[in-house]
């Protein structure tokens, strides 16, 4: 079964609404590099936003110019550093349905924010990602939630997700969504 790159993290979602487990979603990261048996693993997946139409491409693999592949999210950083000298290579992968697709890199938005969405497991079909809306790191020296720039220490695809960022206490509970602007502003 072919698969979307993944991104695994250990982590949990909050959700605004709890109950009925919608609205907007949070992820509390607590380890961007755990081990494949570490607690509370989530696997993220990262789209390429289309050009001209706000699609997601959730990439499988690429194929440059000379026929080699990339693949996993080495994906996402030969496209920032070569998506402008090389528009011809293809990215193979799927929509936002699990359709495969395929699209020349010259198609991508090279500079957008690539949206997220998390999973319990990586076999959980694409259409049933719960986007995420906001990344919290947990912090000792933090008592409330502060909004915070994107972490300088983090590697593609997680650096350049449409997220915003915020530094928790490690007591954290629930947090406030009313605190995140609309998502257009990332």
Not at 29 to 39: E, G, I, K, N
Not at 80 to 102: L, S, T, Y
Not at 140 to 146: H, I, L, Q, R
Request: hydrophobic share 40%.
């Amino acid at each position: 079964m072919a698969r979307a790159v993944v991104k695994r993290v250990s982590g949990r979602l909050l959700w605004e609404n709890e109950a009925k487990r919608n609205g907007r979603t949070a992820l509390l990261l607590t380890d961007s590099q755990p081990d494949r048996d570490a607690v509370n693993l989530l696997y993220l997946r990262f789209a390429f936003v289309i050009m001209g139409t706000e699609a997601p491409l959730y990439p499988r693999f690429l194929i440059d110019d000379w026929g080699g592949e990339v693949r996993g999210t080495a994906v996402y950083q030969w496209v920032k550093e070569n998506g402008n000298q090389f528009p011809r290579a293809e990215i193979f992968g799927f929509d936002g349905q699990g359709n495969d697709v395929q699209f020349f890199v010259r198609e991508l938005e090279l500079y957008a924010k690539l949206p997220c969405t998390a999973y319990p497991d990586r076999d959980v079909p694409l259409a049933e990602g719960v986007p995420v809306h906001a990344i919290l790191l947990p912090d000792e020296s933090v008592t409330e939630p502060n909004k915070i720039k994107r972490p300088s220490g983090l590697k593609r695809p997680l650096s350049a997700a449409r997220v915003s960022w915020w530094r928790v206490p490690t007591t954290l509970a629930q947090f406030d969504f009313g605190q995140l602007e609309d998502i257009a502003t990332y």
